[in-house]
Protein backbone atom coordinates (compact mmCIF):
# COMPACT_ATOMS: atom_id res chain seq x y z
CA UNK A 1 0.00 0.00 0.00
CA UNK A 2 1.47 3.25 -0.62
CA UNK A 3 2.00 5.32 2.08
CA UNK A 4 0.15 9.05 1.83
CA UNK A 5 2.47 11.89 3.03
CA UNK A 6 0.79 14.89 4.53
CA UNK A 7 2.82 18.30 3.56
CA UNK A 8 4.25 20.26 6.36
CA UNK A 9 5.94 23.57 5.94
CA UNK A 10 8.96 23.48 4.16
CA UNK A 11 10.73 26.46 5.91
CA UNK A 12 11.41 27.18 9.53
CA UNK A 13 10.18 30.86 9.50
CA UNK A 14 10.20 33.41 12.44
CA UNK A 15 6.71 33.31 13.57
CA UNK A 16 5.66 29.80 12.36
CA UNK A 17 2.34 29.48 13.75
CA UNK A 18 2.69 25.46 14.69
CA UNK A 19 2.41 26.02 18.37
CA UNK A 20 -1.00 27.82 18.51
CA UNK A 21 -2.08 26.18 14.94
CA UNK A 22 -5.31 24.33 16.55
CA UNK A 23 -6.75 27.42 18.14
CA UNK A 24 -6.31 28.92 14.59
CA UNK A 25 -7.75 26.17 12.99
CA UNK A 26 -10.76 26.45 15.60
CA UNK A 27 -11.65 29.61 14.54
CA UNK A 28 -11.62 29.55 10.71
CA UNK A 29 -14.79 27.59 8.81
CA UNK A 30 -14.92 24.21 8.70
CA UNK A 31 -15.91 24.52 4.70
CA UNK A 32 -14.38 27.59 3.21
CA UNK A 33 -14.80 28.75 -0.84
CA UNK A 34 -11.50 29.88 -1.28
CA UNK A 35 -8.83 30.52 1.37
CA UNK A 36 -6.86 33.65 1.10
CA UNK A 37 -3.15 34.13 2.97
CA UNK A 38 -1.89 37.65 2.14
CA UNK A 39 1.31 36.57 4.33
CA UNK A 40 1.71 33.29 3.62
CA UNK A 41 5.06 32.64 5.63
CA UNK A 42 5.93 29.27 5.89
CA UNK A 43 2.18 28.28 5.24
CA UNK A 44 1.65 26.52 8.12
CA UNK A 45 -2.09 27.34 8.13
CA UNK A 46 -2.56 26.84 4.30
CA UNK A 47 -0.83 22.91 5.29
CA UNK A 48 -3.73 21.97 7.72
CA UNK A 49 -6.49 23.22 5.89
CA UNK A 50 -5.25 21.65 2.72
CA UNK A 51 -4.61 18.37 4.68
CA UNK A 52 -8.29 18.38 6.04
CA UNK A 53 -9.36 19.30 2.94
CA UNK A 54 -11.60 23.01 4.31
CA UNK A 55 -11.14 24.77 1.07
CA UNK A 56 -11.93 24.58 -2.11
CA UNK A 57 -9.46 26.65 -3.83
CA UNK A 58 -6.78 28.99 -2.13
CA UNK A 59 -4.88 32.04 -2.92
CA UNK A 60 -1.40 32.36 -1.20
CA UNK A 61 0.49 35.74 -0.97
CA UNK A 62 3.13 37.63 0.15
CA UNK A 63 5.83 40.67 -0.42
CA UNK A 64 8.99 38.24 -0.17
CA UNK A 65 10.22 37.55 -3.56
CA UNK A 66 12.37 34.94 -2.18
CA UNK A 67 10.30 33.17 -0.52
CA UNK A 68 7.05 33.15 -2.91
CA UNK A 69 9.67 31.72 -5.18
CA UNK A 70 10.26 28.39 -2.93
CA UNK A 71 6.58 27.86 -3.46
CA UNK A 72 6.39 28.65 -6.83
CA UNK A 73 9.19 27.02 -7.86
CA UNK A 74 7.86 23.32 -5.91
CA UNK A 75 4.96 24.15 -7.70
CA UNK A 76 6.61 24.31 -11.04
CA UNK A 77 9.54 21.65 -10.93
CA UNK A 78 9.72 19.75 -7.41
CA UNK A 79 11.74 17.00 -9.05
CA UNK A 80 14.51 19.97 -9.97
CA UNK A 81 14.36 21.31 -6.64
CA UNK A 82 15.35 18.19 -4.73
CA UNK A 83 17.99 17.79 -7.19
CA UNK A 84 19.63 20.98 -6.58
CA UNK A 85 19.20 20.60 -2.99
CA UNK A 86 20.34 16.97 -2.97
CA UNK A 87 23.86 18.52 -4.64
CA UNK A 88 24.45 21.43 -1.12
CA UNK A 89 26.40 20.35 0.85
CA UNK A 90 26.35 21.44 5.24
CA UNK A 91 29.56 23.12 6.10
CA UNK A 92 30.67 27.15 6.45
CA UNK A 93 32.89 27.38 3.71
CA UNK A 94 29.61 26.23 1.47
CA UNK A 95 26.99 28.78 3.68
CA UNK A 96 29.05 31.64 3.13
CA UNK A 97 29.11 30.46 -0.91
CA UNK A 98 26.00 29.91 -1.23
CA UNK A 99 24.95 32.99 0.58
CA UNK A 100 26.92 35.39 -1.82
CA UNK A 101 25.00 33.47 -5.32
CA UNK A 102 22.18 35.25 -6.87
CA UNK A 103 20.93 32.90 -8.71
CA UNK A 104 18.63 33.59 -11.74
CA UNK A 105 16.95 30.34 -12.56
CA UNK A 106 13.84 29.69 -10.27
CA UNK A 107 14.63 26.34 -9.30
CA UNK A 108 18.74 27.29 -7.72
CA UNK A 109 16.52 30.08 -6.21
CA UNK A 110 14.40 28.19 -4.81
CA UNK A 111 17.00 25.52 -3.52
CA UNK A 112 19.13 28.29 -2.17
CA UNK A 113 16.44 30.17 0.04
CA UNK A 114 15.53 26.65 1.48
CA UNK A 115 19.29 25.85 1.96
CA UNK A 116 20.06 28.72 3.65
CA UNK A 117 16.95 28.45 5.95
CA UNK A 118 18.09 25.02 6.74
CA UNK A 119 21.82 26.12 7.68
CA UNK A 120 22.04 29.89 9.18
CA UNK A 121 21.71 31.12 12.48
CA UNK A 122 18.25 29.86 14.20
CA UNK A 123 16.92 29.51 11.08
CA UNK A 124 16.27 33.65 10.68
CA UNK A 125 15.37 34.99 7.07
CA UNK A 126 16.73 38.70 7.22
CA UNK A 127 18.00 41.17 4.80
CA UNK A 128 19.64 44.54 3.99
CA UNK A 129 18.60 47.71 2.45
CA UNK A 130 20.09 46.26 -0.36
CA UNK A 131 17.56 43.25 -0.46
CA UNK A 132 20.66 40.90 0.27
CA UNK A 133 20.61 37.62 2.70
CA UNK A 134 22.93 38.60 6.01
CA UNK A 135 22.45 36.03 8.29
CA UNK A 136 25.50 34.35 9.57
CA UNK A 137 26.33 30.68 9.49
CA UNK A 138 24.73 28.60 11.94
CA UNK A 139 25.70 26.21 14.20
CA UNK A 140 23.33 22.74 13.32
CA UNK A 141 24.99 19.38 13.65
CA UNK A 142 23.28 17.62 11.17
CA UNK A 143 20.04 19.78 9.41
CA UNK A 144 18.38 17.46 6.77
CA UNK A 145 19.03 19.97 3.71
CA UNK A 146 16.78 18.17 1.20
CA UNK A 147 13.44 16.48 2.76
CA UNK A 148 12.07 15.24 -0.52
CA UNK A 149 9.32 13.03 0.49
CA UNK A 150 7.76 16.38 1.84
CA UNK A 151 8.66 18.97 -0.63
CA UNK A 152 7.01 16.98 -3.04
CA UNK A 153 4.18 16.37 -0.68
CA UNK A 154 3.71 20.14 -1.03
CA UNK A 155 4.40 20.31 -4.54
CA UNK A 156 0.85 17.88 -4.74
CA UNK A 157 -0.48 20.47 -2.75
CA UNK A 158 0.45 23.66 -4.31
CA UNK A 159 -0.53 22.30 -7.61
CA UNK A 160 -3.25 24.74 -8.26
CA UNK A 161 -2.62 27.04 -5.59
CA UNK A 162 -2.39 30.67 -6.59
CA UNK A 163 0.52 32.55 -5.49
CA UNK A 164 1.08 36.25 -5.96
CA UNK A 165 3.19 38.70 -5.08
CA UNK A 166 1.08 41.24 -3.49
CA UNK A 167 -0.09 43.88 -1.17
CA UNK A 168 -2.20 42.25 2.00
CA UNK A 169 -5.07 44.92 1.13
CA UNK A 170 -5.25 43.94 -3.13
CA UNK A 171 -5.58 40.05 -1.94
CA UNK A 172 -8.05 41.20 0.71
CA UNK A 173 -10.52 42.77 -1.57
CA UNK A 174 -10.83 39.63 -3.55
CA UNK A 175 -12.76 37.86 -0.63
CA UNK A 176 -16.15 37.05 -0.35
CA UNK A 177 -18.32 35.76 1.58
CA UNK A 178 -17.79 31.46 1.75
CA UNK A 179 -14.28 32.43 1.59
CA UNK A 180 -11.96 32.90 4.67
CA UNK A 181 -8.54 34.95 5.16
CA UNK A 182 -5.74 34.41 7.51
CA UNK A 183 -3.58 37.49 8.18
CA UNK A 184 -0.32 36.95 10.02
CA UNK A 185 1.58 40.17 9.36
CA UNK A 186 5.21 41.56 10.42
CA UNK A 187 3.95 41.93 14.30
CA UNK A 188 4.09 44.84 16.20
CA UNK A 189 7.27 45.23 18.09
CA UNK A 190 6.69 44.50 22.05
CA UNK A 191 9.69 47.20 22.82
CA UNK A 192 11.24 50.45 21.23
CA UNK A 193 14.20 48.19 20.59
CA UNK A 194 12.38 45.30 18.89
CA UNK A 195 12.40 44.67 15.34
CA UNK A 196 9.98 42.38 13.18
CA UNK A 197 10.10 43.80 9.96
CA UNK A 198 13.17 42.95 8.92
CA UNK A 199 12.68 39.74 7.02
CA UNK A 200 12.03 42.19 3.55
CA UNK A 201 13.11 44.87 2.00
CA UNK A 202 9.32 46.36 2.52
CA UNK A 203 8.97 48.03 6.01
CA UNK A 204 6.16 47.40 8.06
CA UNK A 205 5.42 49.90 10.51
CA UNK A 206 2.65 51.62 11.97
CA UNK A 207 0.95 53.10 9.30
CA UNK A 208 0.55 49.72 7.73
CA UNK A 209 -0.80 48.01 10.59
CA UNK A 210 -3.31 50.84 10.44
CA UNK A 211 -3.78 49.98 6.88
CA UNK A 212 -4.04 46.18 7.65
CA UNK A 213 -6.90 47.38 10.47
CA UNK A 214 -9.01 48.98 8.25
CA UNK A 215 -8.72 46.15 5.65
CA UNK A 216 -9.81 43.53 8.71
CA UNK A 217 -13.05 45.54 9.61
CA UNK A 218 -13.52 45.63 5.72
CA UNK A 219 -13.36 42.11 5.50
CA UNK A 220 -16.04 41.80 8.40
CA UNK A 221 -18.60 44.16 7.11
CA UNK A 222 -18.35 42.11 3.66
CA UNK A 223 -19.39 38.69 5.96
CA UNK A 224 -16.10 37.26 4.79
CA UNK A 225 -14.38 35.06 8.44
CA UNK A 226 -11.19 36.13 9.15
CA UNK A 227 -8.30 35.35 11.51
CA UNK A 228 -5.41 37.76 12.38
CA UNK A 229 -2.27 36.91 14.74
CA UNK A 230 -0.26 39.54 15.92
CA UNK A 231 1.40 40.63 19.40
CA UNK A 232 -0.47 41.38 22.59
CA UNK A 233 0.55 44.95 23.17
CA UNK A 234 -1.45 48.28 23.68
CA UNK A 235 -1.26 49.49 20.25
CA UNK A 236 -2.78 46.13 18.72
CA UNK A 237 -5.54 45.87 21.36
CA UNK A 238 -6.10 49.59 20.38
CA UNK A 239 -6.38 48.69 16.74
CA UNK A 240 -8.31 45.69 16.89
CA UNK A 241 -10.57 46.87 19.50
CA UNK A 242 -14.49 45.77 19.20
CA UNK A 243 -13.48 42.70 17.70
CA UNK A 244 -13.16 39.20 19.29
CA UNK A 245 -9.72 38.82 20.65
CA UNK A 246 -7.89 35.97 22.22
CA UNK A 247 -4.68 36.41 24.26
CA UNK A 248 -2.43 33.14 23.24
CA UNK A 249 0.78 32.26 25.14
CA UNK A 250 3.48 31.13 22.67
CA UNK A 251 7.58 30.36 22.84
CA UNK A 252 9.49 32.23 20.10
CA UNK A 253 12.75 30.70 19.35
CA UNK A 254 13.72 32.63 16.22
CA UNK A 255 15.32 35.69 17.39
CA UNK A 256 18.62 36.62 17.06
CA UNK A 257 19.33 37.53 20.33
CA UNK A 258 18.92 34.33 23.09
CA UNK A 259 17.23 36.35 25.25
CA UNK A 260 14.67 38.02 23.40
CA UNK A 261 13.88 33.81 22.83
CA UNK A 262 10.78 32.62 24.88
CA UNK A 263 7.19 32.66 25.97
CA UNK A 264 5.52 35.47 25.04
CA UNK A 265 1.79 36.71 24.82
CA UNK A 266 -0.26 37.01 21.51
CA UNK A 267 -3.66 37.91 20.11
CA UNK A 268 -6.01 36.08 18.13
CA UNK A 269 -8.11 38.08 16.40
CA UNK A 270 -11.39 37.11 15.01
CA UNK A 271 -13.91 38.85 12.27
CA UNK A 272 -17.17 36.90 11.74
CA UNK A 273 -19.83 36.57 9.39
CA UNK A 274 -22.91 38.76 10.63
CA UNK A 275 -24.89 35.75 10.29
CA UNK A 276 -22.84 33.21 12.47
CA UNK A 277 -24.00 33.95 16.06
CA UNK A 278 -20.95 35.33 18.17
CA UNK A 279 -19.15 33.67 21.39
CA UNK A 280 -16.99 35.65 23.32
CA UNK A 281 -13.45 34.54 24.29
CA UNK A 282 -11.09 35.91 26.71
Known amino acids: MTRVVQARPVLKWAGGKTQILDQILARLPDRIDTFFEPFVGGAAVFFALAAAGR ?44 RALAPRGLVQRAARVIYLNKTGYNGLYRVNR ?16 CDAENLRAAAQVLADVEILEADFEDVCRRARP ?17 NFTA ?10 HERLARAFADLERRRVDAVLSN ?12 FRASRVKVA ?13 NELLVVAERV ?7 S
Open 178 to 194: GDAVYLDPPYVPLSKTA
Open 55 to 98: FRRAVIADKNPDLLAVYRALQADAEGVVRALSGMKHSESEFYRI
Open 252 to 264: RNINSRGTARGPI
Open 199 to 208: YARHPFGMDE
Open 275 to 281: TRPRSRA
Open 130 to 145: SGQFNVPFGRHKNPTL
Open 231 to 242: SDTPETRALYRG
